[in-house]
């Protein structure tokens, strides 16, 4: 007599001691990682609650700061804690990416083979990648290091301040051009935001029946979390216009500010004078050899007036001029914003000296070897009251913070 095979099932069932029974055990004890992110999410659901990072007002708070400056810190417990990282907390960080030919050569049960005939990938209507043009840059904001952000921080808590005192306000952030300035204050996603600088350029976009000037160029932008980017300028004002705020200037110096083509003008306000910036057309090769020479200049009546007679005035250097810029200033002395302005750049005064016909030894004082987007940018930083923070490198030919 054959004897009947026993199936697994039949096994199964014939367990009446129970002795296969068996339950699933569950570990209870967290590993090191677990205890990280749990760490983590402490500070991620503070940031939830209250829409800001922890700062040193209390010492709960102050503890939650503690931990999120060793992670930024920390390489390692950076690359764990990221994906976790639904605020940005950390910035940047450098992950290890696996490749399409990782994931191919992973496939050891063969999920991933296909017929020859992927019809269903041959686009007809869109473009190759290969025939997409590459981005010239991705903007990714990158952890400063604490001593580099030290002076950043000084700032940001001051407007902060100034901005519970009522002396700042936040307003709809709306025109790029007309609301995105350096030197400015924002806030993206709850989280403030100074414009340092930009490295700017007006691009002609030719239409069917019009030409359109925009601004172009890439910015550095640092953030309260001690992060910062060099997103590009339109980039950096269609986030603030999707998800950002403006902060105003300071409110208790508004009525004593020098308006100049801000859009702030009103009936009575009353003009004061004017500001050029001026080039020389002279051909003394000494001058004429001087790259980015400068004069800026006040005027209480017309510009053109003034300058009518520059090829006699030992301050035109003998020569006529180009005007380059005027800029209207109201309800304040303009020649009071000339002499900041000759202050700030006092280090890159023209050191010439001329004679005139009686053979009279003259130094002209007015004329300076800047760029003039630089010369724009301080007139810029004198409007919003932060022309205090910064001072000119002759060397380098920028503007930096103290």
């Given at each position: 007599?054959?004897?009947?095979?026993?199936?697994?099932?039949?096994?199964?069932?014939?367990?009446?001691?129970?002795?296969?029974?068996?339950?699933?055990?569950?570990?209870?004890?967290?590993?090191?990682?677990?205890?990280?992110?749990?760490?983590?999410?402490?500070?991620?659901?503070?940031?939830?609650?209250?829409?800001?990072?922890?700062?040193?007002?209390?010492?709960?708070?102050?503890?939650?700061?503690?931990?999120?400056?060793?992670?930024?810190?920390?390489?390692?417990?950076?690359?764990?804690?990221?994906?976790?990282?639904?605020?940005?907390?950390?910035?940047?960080?450098?992950?290890?990416?696996?490749?399409?030919?990782?994931?191919?050569?992973?496939?050891?049960?063969?999920?991933?083979?296909?017929?020859?005939?992927?019809?269903?990938?041959?686009?007809?209507?869109?473009?190759?990648?290969?025939d997409r043009a590459e981005t010239d840059f991705v903007a990714q904001r990158?952890?400063?290091?604490?001593?580099?952000?030290?002076?950043?921080?000084?700032?940001?808590?001051?407007?902060?301040?100034?901005?519970?005192?009522?002396?700042?306000?936040?307003?709809?952030?709306?025109?790029?051009?007309?609301?995105?300035?350096?030197?400015?204050?924002?806030?993206?996603?709850?989280?403030?935001?100074?414009?340092?600088?930009?490295?700017?350029?007006?691009?002609?976009?030719?239409?069917?029946?019009?030409?359109?000037?925009?601004?172009?160029?890439?910015?550095?932008?640092?953030?309260?979390?001690?992060?910062?980017?060099?997103?590009?300028?339109?980039?950096?004002?269609?986030?603030?216009?999707?998800?950002?705020?403006?902060?105003?200037?300071?409110?208790?110096?508004?009525?004593?500010?020098?308006?100049?083509?801000?859009?702030?003008?009103?009936?009575?306000?009353?003009?004061?004078?004017?500001?050029?910036?001026?080039?020389?057309?002279?051909?003394?090769?000494?001058?004429?050899?001087?790259?980015?020479?400068?004069?800026?200049?006040?005027?209480?009546?017309?510009?053109?007036?003034?300058?009518?007679?520059?090829?006699?005035?030992?301050?035109?250097?003998?020569?006529?001029?180009?005007?380059?810029?005027?800029?209207?200033?109201?309800?304040?002395?303009?020649?009071?914003?000339?002499?900041?302005?000759?202050?700030?750049?006092?280090?890159?005064?023209?050191?010439?000296?001329?004679?005139?016909?009686?053979?009279?030894?003259?130094?002209?004082?007015?004329?300076?070897?800047?760029?003039?987007?630089?010369?724009?940018?301080?007139?810029?930083?004198?409007?919003?009251?932060?022309?205090?923070?910064?001072?000119?490198?002759?060397?380098?030919?920028?503007?930096?913070?103290?």
């Amino acid at each position: 007599m054959t004897k009947k095979k026993l199936s697994i099932d039949d096994i199964f069932n014939d367990d009446d001691f129970g002795l296969l029974d068996s339950k699933v055990k569950t570990s209870i004890v967290k590993t090191d990682e677990d205890r990280l992110i749990d760490s983590f999410e402490e500070i991620n659901v503070f940031f939830d609650k209250n829409k800001r990072e922890p700062n040193k007002s209390s010492m709960s708070e102050y503890g939650l700061l503690a931990k999120l400056k060793n992670f930024r810190e920390n390489e390692t417990q950076k690359k764990v804690l990221k994906p976790f990282d639904r605020h940005n907390l950390l910035g940047y960080v450098e992950m290890e990416k696996q490749t399409i030919d990782d994931i191919l050569n992973d496939d050891d049960l063969g999920l991933l083979d296909a017929d020859k005939d992927l019809d269903i990938f041959k686009f007809k209507h869109t473009p190759r990648p290969e025939d997409r043009a590459e981005t010239d840059f991705v903007a990714q904001r990158k952890p400063m290091k604490e001593k580099e952000f030290e002076k950043y921080e000084v700032m940001f808590q001051k407007v902060h301040k100034e901005i519970k005192e009522g002396k700042r306000k936040i307003k709809p952030f709306t025109n790029i051009e007309k609301n995105l300035h350096v030197g400015d204050f924002y806030l993206m996603n709850g989280i403030m935001l100074y414009l340092e600088s930009a490295n700017l350029n007006k691009e002609e976009i030719k239409h069917r029946s019009s030409i359109r000037v925009r601004v172009v160029g890439r910015t550095r932008t640092i953030f309260e979390n001690g992060t910062y980017n060099n997103m590009l300028f339109t980039s950096l004002g269609r986030g603030l216009q999707q998800d950002g705020k403006l902060i105003t200037n300071l409110y208790d110096k508004i009525e004593q500010d020098l308006f100049v083509n801000t859009g702030l003008v009103k009936e009575e306000d009353l003009q004061t004078g004017w500001i050029y910036v001026l080039k020389s057309k002279s051909t003394n090769a000494e001058i004429r050899g001087i790259n980015n020479l400068y004069k800026i200049g006040f005027a209480s009546n017309s510009v053109d007036k003034r300058i009518k007679n520059a090829r006699h005035e030992a301050t035109y250097l003998f020569a006529d001029v180009q005007k380059v810029a005027t800029y209207k200033v109201y309800n304040r002395n303009a020649d009071k914003l000339e002499a900041l302005l000759h202050r700030f750049f006092a280090n890159a005064c023209l050191d010439i000296d001329l004679f005139n016909e009686k053979g009279q030894r003259l130094n002209p004082r007015e004329w300076f070897v800047v760029p003039f987007e630089v010369i724009e940018e301080t007139i810029q930083l004198i409007l919003n009251e932060n022309i205090v923070n910064y001072e000119y490198n002759t060397l380098t030919k920028e503007i930096k913070l103290k």
